[in-house]
């Protein structure tokens, strides 16, 4: 490795890497940490944050090989002492380098998925625009582990294909069945895209809801300031009793988002019902 790990985070990484160099062999090209680990520090319920690029994609036993073998270093959050839970993404480098919209991503890896996994349920490959926001983050702020630096390795991602993705993301929460279950997850990160439409930049969860915070009325401020107060560790995590509430705090927030990025956003983000 090329640099320092944070300590809280070195062993776990070091067995990570060895399992993708096991089943990657050849393909292997970089490893790139990014997010909280680096961007304001892990918080009770940070994953950590891996990019792996490879030269060429992965046959079907070899992505299902890898994904069951990473259940076995990560841990759902606050369930092990000595794990974190991991985010783990894989990218063959032709398909993102030259970019174009939307990107293709070859596998991904998180503790949301560990039912399906277990029960043998394997996503494919497939469309990933959040790797938009994925490769602009590891071209920002990110640390090689393997190979070299993002900023070396992928292009920059066009400010356009940046307010796309963000108005593609809307499209997920359109009901309460979108939602159920994720409230916490699902307010902070409209708080990071009405952050980001508003800046062009990416911040941290907790950093993007102060930010919002100070510009939202206040009968909507209770919901992002539990769901920010859980992301800490601060308080319990009780917004599935707010039905109502963040159900009316997705809708602000989606329409402040349109507005900000114009009227042709308005046409985007029709797929589906309103919350």
């Given at each position: 490795?090329?640099?320092?790990?944070?300590?809280?985070?070195?062993?776990?990484?070091?067995?990570v890497?060895?399992?993708?160099?096991?089943?990657?062999?050849?393909?292997?090209?970089?490893?790139?940490?990014?997010?909280?680990?680096?961007?304001?520090?892990?918080?009770?319920?940070s994953?950590?944050?891996?990019?792996?690029?490879?030269?060429?994609?992965?046959?079907?036993?070899?992505?299902?090989?890898?994904?069951?073998?990473?259940?076995t270093?990560?841990?759902?959050?606050?369930?092990?002492?000595?794990?974190?839970?991991?985010?783990?993404?894989?990218?063959?480098?032709?398909?993102?380098?030259p970019?174009?919209?939307?990107?293709?991503?070859?596998?991904?890896?998180?503790?949301?998925?560990r039912?399906?996994?277990?029960?043998?349920?394997?996503?494919?490959?497939?469309?990933d625009?959040d790797?938009?926001?994925?490769?602009?983050?590891?071209r920002?702020?990110?640390?090689?582990?393997?190979?070299?630096?993002?900023?070396?390795?992928?292009?920059?991602?066009?400010?356009?294909?940046?307010?796309r993705?963000?108005?593609?993301?809307?499209?997920?929460?359109?009901?309460?069945?979108?939602?159920?279950?994720?409230?916490?997850?699902?307010?902070?990160?409209?708080?990071?895209?009405?952050?980001?439409?508003?800046?062009?930049?990416?911040?941290?969860?907790?950093?993007?809801?102060?930010?919002?915070?100070?510009?939202?009325?206040?009968?909507?401020?209770?919901?992002?300031?539990?769901?920010?107060?859980?992301?800490?560790?601060?308080?319990?995590?009780?917004?599935?009793?707010?039905?109502?509430?963040?159900?009316?705090?997705?809708?602000?927030?989606?329409?402040?988002?349109?507005?900000?990025?114009?009227?042709?956003?308005?046409?985007?983000?029709?797929?589906?019902?309103?919350?």
């Open positions: 490795m090329k640099n320092v790990l944070p300590a809280e985070v070195s062993t776990q990484l070091s067995q890497l060895d399992m993708v160099e096991h089943h990657l062999a050849s393909a292997f090209v970089a490893a790139h940490l990014y997010g909280s680990a680096l961007d304001g520090g892990l918080k009770p319920y994953d950590i944050d891996v990019l792996v690029t490879a030269d060429r994609r992965l046959d079907d036993a070899v992505r299902q090989a890898l994904l069951l073998d990473l259940l270093v990560s841990a759902p959050p606050g369930q092990s002492e000595a794990l974190r839970a991991m985010e783990v993404t894989v990218v063959v480098r032709s398909d993102v380098v970019w174009r919209y939307p990107p293709r991503r070859e596998l991904q890896f998180g503790e949301w998925l039912a399906d996994l277990l029960s043998g349920i394997f996503e494919p490959a497939g469309v625009p790797l938009a926001i994925l490769l602009t983050q590891a920002r702020h990110s640390m090689a582990l393997i190979g070299p630096a993002a900023k070396e390795l992928f292009d920059p991602v066009p400010e356009d294909d940046l307010y993705v963000l108005l593609d993301t809307l499209k997920l929460w359109n009901s309460f069945p979108d939602w159920e279950g994720d409230e916490r997850n699902v307010v902070l990160t409209l708080a990071r895209i009405w952050f980001s439409a508003a800046t062009g930049k990416i911040m941290p969860k907790n950093i993007a809801a102060d930010w919002v915070m100070e510009r939202l009325p206040i009968e909507h401020q209770p919901v992002l300031r539990e769901a920010r107060q859980a992301y800490l560790g601060q308080t319990e995590d009780r917004l599935a009793c707010r039905a109502d509430e963040v159900a009316e705090f997705i809708l602000f927030v989606k329409h402040k988002v349109i507005e900000l990025l114009g009227t042709n956003a308005n046409a985007s983000t029709t797929d589906g019902n309103s919350p």
